[in-house]
């Protein structure tokens, strides 16, 4: 190794040049050392939760918990479609027509109504009213229409029943 060193001008400068480069590389391992200490450090307290609980553990639990949400969404979200087709099928389209059947009777005591579905089925319930006498009458609807014969006030508060007003 000697002649390799006396081929070289400047021995002793090209010596301080590794040392002092072995000196700064020291200095560069330790910095490094210190960064990786610390970033352990904050990895363990990140995977260690609340009571000894790991970050995975909590993860886990996170997810349950989000299937379990999941699952209660659908559930609800059945029984909103199945009160949707029991409330379509109540009767809550009504109307009522009051009239003078008979022209010797003062005011308007007969009258007409419809109670009907959203399939326009249900009853239309008619109500005359004479001076001797009153008769009430019930027809029942299928699809808007009747086995009965339908008097026009009948269509009429039928018609009416099922086109309700907007906002009614």
Not at 77 to 84: A, P
Not at 88 to 102: H, K, L, P, W
């Amino acid at each position: 190794m000697e002649p390799f060193l006396s081929q070289i001008p400047n021995v002793g400068i090209l010596l301080l040049a590794v040392i002092a480069l072995n000196v700064v590389l020291l200095f560069v391992c330790i910095r490094q050392s210190v960064r990786v200490s610390r970033l352990r450090k904050s990895i363990n307290r990140l995977m260690t939760g609340v009571g000894g609980a790991n970050l995975e553990e909590g993860m886990h639990r996170l997810l349950d918990l989000v299937d379990e949400v999941k699952k209660q969404h659908n559930d609800q979200q059945f029984m909103i479609n199945r009160l949707s087709q029991r409330l379509s099928a109540q009767n809550g389209n009504v109307a009522v027509i009051r009239y003078n059947a008979f022209g010797d009777v003062g005011s308007d005591l007969s009258f007409s109504m419809a109670i009907l579905d959203d399939a326009q089925n249900g009853v239309v319930i008619t109500s005359i009213f004479g001076r001797e006498e009153s008769r009430v009458y019930a027809k029942p609807l299928e699809a808007g229409t009747s086995v009965y014969s339908l008097s026009e006030e009948e269509q009429a508060v039928i018609k009416k029943a099922m086109n309700p007003p907007v906002g009614a």
